[in-house]
């Protein structure tokens, strides 16, 4: 790029991103001064900067709010942004902060006085959302690699623990393969294309098929295959699935959270650029390779939920289970399919927020909840927050008429449109079935009594403000779902011009 061309850029679309990275660049600057402090001097410190973060983020959102979402490529075409890319960066950073918000009283009780861990979850947002606006392949694995060698270090972050340090080196070494796939696969397209922008690679496959070189077309086929290997791994979809429940219970409750929260839906937005846009023209070839993965992750996530007896490993496998219901979207490959799609995601958003909120605030007898059986008589302990969790249990089981049937209904509706009738007679025996290990929670918090005595720690208020906004949503999704289908639908009309 010549020097003179970078103050050509649209510069106030990446706002949002630079005012991130001044957060991070300052307190790395206090986290000098932070290290020298003592343990109790840290006590004091922690739950303030935490705060402080929450305050940052609101701020980030509302230039986020006051960014123009108008279609412009930036970077001599290494980013992208359009009404995709600041929808779902919206959605990260507003996740994010609900993230920082449960954790705020967790890190006190739990000790976890490490700076770093602010950074680095901030670190990792800032790979997703270049991720989300990458239009080039190069921008493309560095953002990835930002938010993944962040996560690996947020894995190990309990240094005493051994299961987390086991589960971090896992991560490491499986995402280091994932990521040798990516690059592979985008040195197979630079080879056979000559560049590594999305929109000449978008130009060149729109004449791929008249100029009939075969060579030309198995070159990009083989590419854009070895990237689909490394993106299915990040997003935890079977069969590259093996990290996902080590690292969910190896990492601190709030790192789980976070990992289970936020970072998703940018994978998703990512196979949607890809699929639906720059790769439109060989989409139909990875049908059948979303097909098997949305069959190996829906059967795999729900027959291993039932042999969990770890509340944390369960919530992994019903993830896994989860990313196979999303990826029928893209196994009928129909363009129509991207506002379901992000639906169904915004969706279970929601409903692992209300989870992962219940799980961090769910203090019994002074210790953390770890076990399903610790659950046990739950509803006379805090009847409340016992009706929450069957409600938000309910959608995520898609029993209507909460939000969660009605994600699962319209991907299904999609399906068969594209006459994918087997997976969806298939997906359903799945919801049945994933049935069953929902109804074990319910029945341990409802009905299974226990002889000792125990007390249960207070909530705090903002928690359960979080859990009541999101139960509401939940509960009143099918009332007004215009609003949100609508907006999805816009960003699928600017996707298409």
Same mark, same amino acid.
């Given at each position: 790029m010549?020097?003179?061309?970078?103050?050509?850029?649209?510069?106030?679309?990446?706002?949002?991103?630079?005012?991130?990275?001044?957060?991070?660049?300052?307190?790395l600057?206090f986290?000098?001064?932070y290290?020298?402090?003592?343990?109790?001097?840290?006590?004091?410190?922690?739950?303030?900067l935490?705060?402080?973060?929450?305050?940052?983020?609101l701020?980030?959102?509302?230039?986020?709010?006051?960014?123009?979402?108008?279609?412009?490529?930036?970077?001599?075409?290494a980013?992208?942004?359009?009404n995709?890319?600041?929808?779902?960066?919206?959605i990260?950073i507003?996740?994010?902060?609900?993230c920082?918000?449960?954790?705020?009283?967790?890190?006190?009780?739990?000790?976890?006085?490490?700076?770093?861990?602010?950074?680095?979850?901030?670190?990792?947002?800032?790979?997703?959302?270049?991720?989300?606006?990458s239009f080039?392949?190069?921008?493309?694995?560095?953002?990835?690699?930002?938010?993944s060698?962040?996560?690996?270090?947020?894995?190990?972050?309990?240094?005493?623990?051994?299961?987390? &340090?086991?589960?971090? $080196?896992? @991560?490491?070494?499986?995402g280091?393969?994932?990521?040798? /796939? #990516?690059? *592979?696969? +985008?040195?197979?397209?630079?080879?056979?294309?000559?560049?590594?922008?999305?929109g000449?690679?978008?130009?060149?496959?729109?004449?791929?098929?008249?100029?009939?070189n075969?060579?030309?077309?198995?070159?990009?086929?083989?590419?854009?295959?070895?990237?689909?290997?490394?993106?299915?791994?990040?997003?935890?979809a079977?069969?590259?699935?093996?990290?996902?429940?080590?690292?969910y219970?190896?990492?601190p409750?709030n790192?789980?959270?976070?990992?289970?929260?936020?970072?998703?839906?940018?994978?998703?937005?990512l196979?949607?650029?890809?699929?639906?846009?720059?790769?439109?023209?060989?989409?139909?070839?990875?049908?059948?390779?979303?097909?098997?993965?949305?069959?190996?992750?829906?059967?795999i996530?729900?027959?291993a939920?039932?042999q969990?007896?770890? &509340?944390?490993?369960l $919530?992994? @496998?019903?993830?896994?289970?989860?990313?196979?219901?999303? /990826? #029928?979207? *893209?196994? +009928?490959?129909?363009?129509?399919?991207?506002?379901?799609?992000?639906?169904?995601?915004?969706i279970?958003?929601?409903m692992?927020?209300?989870?992962?909120?219940f799980?961090?605030?769910?203090?019994?007898?002074?210790?953390p909840?770890?076990?399903?059986?610790?659950?046990?008589?739950?509803?006379e302990?805090?009847?409340?927050?016992?009706?929450?969790?069957?409600?938000?249990v309910?959608?995520?089981?898609?029993?209507?008429?909460?939000?969660?049937?009605?994600?699962k209904?319209?991907?299904?509706?999609?399906?068969?449109?594209?006459k994918?009738?087997?997976?969806?007679?298939?997906s359903?025996?799945?919801?049945?079935?994933?049935?069953?290990?929902?109804l074990?929670?319910?029945k341990?918090?409802?009905?299974?009594?226990?002889?000792?005595?125990?007390?249960?720690?207070?909530?705090?208020?903002?928690?359960?403000?979080?859990?009541?906004?999101?139960?509401q /949503?939940l509960? *009143?999704?099918f009332?007004?779902?215009?609003f949100?289908?609508?907006?999805?639908?816009?960003?699928?009309f600017?996707?298409?011009?």
């Amino acid at each position: 790029m010549i020097l003179q061309e970078i103050f050509n850029n649209n510069f106030e679309v990446l706002i949002p991103e630079f005012f991130i990275t001044l957060i991070i660049l300052t307190f790395l600057l206090f986290g000098t001064f932070y290290k020298n402090t003592k343990n109790n001097e840290k006590i004091l410190i922690i739950k303030p900067l935490n705060n402080l973060i929450i305050f940052l983020l609101l701020i980030t959102l509302l230039l986020m709010f006051n960014t123009p979402s108008h279609t412009i490529i930036l970077m001599n075409g290494a980013l992208c942004n359009d009404n995709l890319t600041q929808y779902v960066k919206l959605i990260l950073i507003i996740s994010t902060l609900f993230c920082y918000i449960i954790q705020s009283n967790f890190i006190i009780k739990q000790k976890l006085f490490s700076f770093e861990i602010n950074i680095l979850i901030l670190i990792s947002l800032l790979g997703l959302m270049v991720l989300v606006s990458s239009f080039n392949l190069i921008t493309l694995y560095l953002a990835i690699e930002l938010q993944s060698l962040s996560f690996y270090i947020l894995t190990a972050s309990q240094k005493k623990s051994t299961l987390s &340090i086991e589960a971090a $080196l896992k @991560y490491f070494i499986l995402g280091s393969i994932a990521s040798g /796939f #990516i690059l *592979f696969g +985008s040195s197979i397209i630079y080879g056979s294309l000559g560049t590594l922008n999305f929109g000449n690679i978008f130009l060149i496959l729109s004449n791929i098929y008249s100029q009939g070189n075969i060579h030309l077309i198995l070159g990009v086929i083989y590419g854009f295959l070895f990237l689909l290997i490394g993106i299915f791994f990040k997003t935890g979809a079977a069969p590259f699935h093996f990290w996902l429940p080590d690292v969910y219970e190896g990492s601190p409750n709030n790192i789980t959270a976070f990992f289970a929260i936020v970072p998703k839906i940018a994978f998703i937005s990512l196979l949607i650029r890809l699929m639906f846009d720059i790769f439109v023209d060989i989409s139909t070839f990875f049908e059948v390779i979303f097909y098997i993965s949305t069959v190996l992750s829906m059967l795999i996530g729900s027959l291993a939920a039932l042999q969990q007896t770890k &509340i944390k490993r369960l $919530l992994a @496998y019903s993830s896994i289970s989860h990313v196979g219901f999303i /990826f #029928i979207g *893209f196994t +009928s490959n129909l363009i129509d399919n991207i506002p379901y799609i992000l639906l169904y995601v915004i969706i279970y958003i929601i409903m692992s927020i209300n989870l992962w909120t219940f799980y961090i605030s769910l203090n019994i007898n002074h210790k953390p909840t770890k076990y399903l059986t610790d659950l046990s008589n739950l509803v006379e302990l805090n009847p409340a927050l016992s009706f929450v969790i069957i409600l938000t249990v309910f959608s995520i089981a898609g029993i209507p008429p909460l939000a969660g049937f009605y994600s699962k209904l319209f991907l299904f509706i999609s399906a068969i449109k594209a006459k994918y009738f087997g997976l969806i007679f298939f997906s359903i025996l799945i919801s049945i079935l994933s049935s069953f290990y929902y109804l074990r929670m319910i029945k341990i918090i409802f009905f299974e009594q226990i002889s000792k005595n125990l007390f249960m720690d207070q909530i705090p208020k903002l928690n359960s403000i979080i859990l009541i906004i999101n139960t509401q /949503f939940l509960i *009143f999704f099918f009332l007004f779902p215009d609003f949100l289908l609508i907006t999805l639908n816009k960003i699928n009309f600017y996707l298409l011009i």
